[in-house]
């Protein structure tokens, strides 16, 4: 297994337009993937978005699919997030690995998944999780905890055997990249940033000083 301090050293990436790639899918592909051996929290991502009116707000969320088309979370249909992404469907997304002294950055448009590809996922979470997605009336106001145990004991109830349907107001969103940013820390804060923007078909590369 490839040690990832060895990222620290000596950047294998090249951060200057002649020599990046044309596409940054494979960047961060790989990024990623080395992320992943340096930290079990490697999949998780700071997800931005603003209301109408351009209030801000960020959280934590997980990174559960990326492909050409962009990257993948699942919510609550009626939490503060999904409010925000149905009246400004624009969002940004940092990734963090520290392990490594690297950043992705990365900001799109969001849509919502066909609801064929929210319920292949959901199938996919362990019961108890399910059960939690139908007794949570996420980012509202809820009395006690044991308000939320009671609704934990209805839901089981309704659903007594491991067939938990999706519900309704949950499912994925994907965030299509109109930028990418790569970020690698070096001594001296001299650090190395690459960004990519979407121009039509093909990628405008250039490096940002640190």
């Given at each position: 297994m490839t040690d990832p301090r060895e990222a620290l050293a000596e950047p294998t990436e090249s951060f200057d337009p002649a020599g990046a790639e044309l596409d940054p899918f494979p960047r961060f592909l790989r990024w990623w993937a080395l992320a992943r051996e340096a930290s079990p929290y490697a999949d998780a991502m700071t997800l931005a978005t603003a209301s109408a009116a351009g209030v801000p707000t960020a959280r934590m969320v997980l990174l559960r699919g990326f492909d050409p088309r962009g990257f993948v979370f699942f919510t609550n249909s009626e939490s503060a997030k999904a409010r925000d992404l149905d009246e400004n469907p624009m969002a940004a997304l940092v990734f963090d690995w520290a392990d490594l002294h690297r950043?992705?950055?990365?900001?799109?448009?969001?849509?919502?998944l066909a609801r064929e590809e929210s319920e292949a996922y959901f199938a996919l979470r362990p019961v108890e999780h399910r059960l939690s997605t139908w007794a949570s009336p996420q980012s509202r106001p809820i009395e006690n905890r044991a308000a939320l145990e009671r609704r934990i004991e209805q839901v089981r109830q309704r659903f007594p055997d491991t067939d938990v349907p999706l519900p309704p107001f949950w499912g994925g969103y994907r965030v299509t990249p109109e930028t990418f940013e790569f970020w690698q820390g070096r001594e001296h804060r001299?650090?190395?940033?690459?960004?990519?923007?979407?121009?039509?078909?093909v990628w405008r590369i250039e490096r940002l000083a640190p």
């Open positions: 950043q992705v950055r990365a900001t799109g448009a969001a849509e919502r001299l650090h190395d940033r690459v960004r990519y923007t979407r121009d039509g078909e």
